[in-house]
């Protein structure tokens, strides 16, 4: 922020520019009166008009950087905005850079650019101004905590330029167009990627998950599908209460049933809808508990750690042997991955360090699973992905064909709860046939068949 004796000297600098084109204008006058034929007089002294016209008829904004000890959320709106207007536009410098956490380059204008922007009827002027702060201020600042090197030694702020009469349209239209456009600019930067493991460590060359499965998509019991969304923006949205409880900002969910029920397309679904990177762990690709250790300390925030087939993808050691043999199991703790070693972290070390992050487990057979993962508070959800019902059926057959009701659907029906069908199969078969009759007509055939076998 500015001192007010650098805002008096900011004030002053621009009086100043003020009285000199005035004394500017005078003295042209002066001198056009003393050497000007009377004829180019009013031709001059109307040119000279219309420019004190258009110096009196501009407003200027400006937006600055802080808003007290907080970012202005309309400058680094703005600074959006233009970042992504830049490149075709007639700035000749702007700035490229990304953080970590960015997924896309991030685009804004240089230091004391300019560049012009057009909305309706109005011609608007960006600047962004840069200061340089000394050192009493740069000292405050540093307080802030989260600012970078740069912004240390400088403030800065935007002045937007337009015409006087344009000002309820830049205030009340343009201004929040600009908040609305930054924002979706953040969604779509926002890919959401797949990580997986290679020689024990997190690949740097990520996929962007291309699976198109959302929560509109995922064929499940309504009152299911609603509790589980419900769980997942509480999170999401749980920062302050996760703080007040004094409990990591993580959540564990355990996803059990038989296969094709749906268990790995409910996770594209929540990092879909989270926009969480998903961080696939394969235990059978990790050598040992340190391994282990690493590859969760180096999970970003926001992200998504998924163990696919916790049951069968190790045998992980059961808790009471390690404990009957404590010695061996203290050695044996860095040199293979253990049960123990996978719940300490997950509930210690891991929990400490890094937030919003979500832990998903999956598996065909819970009944397999060893209690100390079953305990309660261990996995905060456990989630039941079961056979089709109805209900799920009637979404599929409007996700695969687009149709509410159809002649076939009774039998369908009379069937499906006799029958222990999955949705993948159900899917399969109506992918069959973009003709509803001819898709149901072989569903019908397909669970008739199953009825057979079963009974
Ligand atoms: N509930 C569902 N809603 C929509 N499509 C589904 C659903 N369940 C399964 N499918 C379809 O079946 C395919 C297989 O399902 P998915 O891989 O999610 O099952 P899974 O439970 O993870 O199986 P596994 O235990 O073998 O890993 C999906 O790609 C999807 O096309
Ligand atoms: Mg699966």
């Known amino acids: 922020m500015l001192s007010w004796h650098q805002k008096m000297s900011n004030a002053k600098a621009v009086l100043s520019t003020a009285a000199s084109l005035v004394a500017s204008a005078m003295l042209v006058k002066s001198i056009a009166n003393d050497f000007l034929p009377a004829e180019f007089h009013d031709s001059l002294y109307s040119g000279l008009r219309c420019v004190s016209h ?9 937006i600055e950087e802080f808003q007290g000890f907080s970012i202005n959320q ?27 956490k960015d997924k896309t380059l991030g685009i804004t204008l240089d230091r004391n650019e300019e560049m012009v922007d057009a ?7 960006w600047r962004l101004v840069c200061t340089q702060v000394p050192p009493a201020v740069e000292y405050r600042s540093q307080n802030l905590g989260d600012y970078n090197s740069t912004l240390r030694s400088e403030v800065r702020h935007y002045e937007l330029t337009f015409r006087k009469k344009h000002k309820d ?4 239209l343009y201004l929040p167009h600009i908040l609305e456009k930054a924002e979706a ?10 990580h997986t493991v290679m020689h024990s460590r997190w690949s740097n060359k990520s996929a962007v998950l291309k699976h198109p499965m959302t929560f509109k998509t995922l064929a499940l019991d309504s009152e299911l599908k609603k509790t589980i969304m419900e769980d997942v923006d509480n999170f999401l949205n749980g920062k302050e209460y996760y703080r007040r409880i004094g409990k990591a900002w993580k959540r564990g969910y355990l996803l059990h049933g ?12 929540m990092a879909n809808h989270l926009k969480f990177d998903i961080y696939d762990l394969d235990l059978t690709n990790i050598q040992s508990n340190s391994d282990l250790r690493y590859l969760l300390l180096t999970m970003p925030s926001r992200s998504m750690l998924v163990i696919e087939d916790i049951d069968c993808s190790i045998k992980l050691q059961n808790r009471e042997t390690e404990d009957a043999t404590p010695n061996q199991g203290d050695r044996g703790d860095n040199n293979k991955v253990t049960l123990s070693g996978l719940l300490n972290f997950i509930d210690g070390l891991w929990s400490c360090c890094g937030e919003e992050r979500i832990i998903v487990f999956t598996t065909n057979h819970k009944d ?7 305990r309660p508070g261990r996995m905060d959800m456990h989630i039941h992905m079961s056979y089709c019902n109805n209900s799920v059926f009637k979404q599929l057959a409007f996700n695969y064909l687009g149709i509410n009701h159809h002649h076939l659907f009774e039998q369908i029906e009379g069937l499906i709860v006799e029958v222990n069908v999955t949705p993948a199969e159900i899917a399969g078969e109506l992918m069959k ?15 008739r068949a199953k009825m057979t076998q079963q009974d």
């Open 258 to 269: 038989p296969p094709g029920t749906g268990k790995s397309s409910l996770i594209a679904a």
């Open 119 to 125: 909305f309706e009827d109005a011609t608007l002027k």
């Open 54 to 62: 258009y110096l009196t008829s501009q407003l200027t904004v400006v």
């Open 74 to 100: 309309v400058f680094e709106a703005a600074d959006l905005y233009l970042g992504n207007k830049s490149t075709n536009t007639s700035a000749q410098r702007f700035r490229v850079g990304k953080t970590e």
């Open 169 to 172: 349209l830049v205030l009340n």
């Open 185 to 194: 600019i953040k969604v779509e930067s926002n890919v959401v990627k797949l």
């Open 433 to 447: 046939s973009m003709h509803a009759e001819v898709s149901l007509q072989g569903l019908l055939k397909f669970l």
């Open 368 to 374: 397999k699973l060893d209690p100390a993962l079953l």
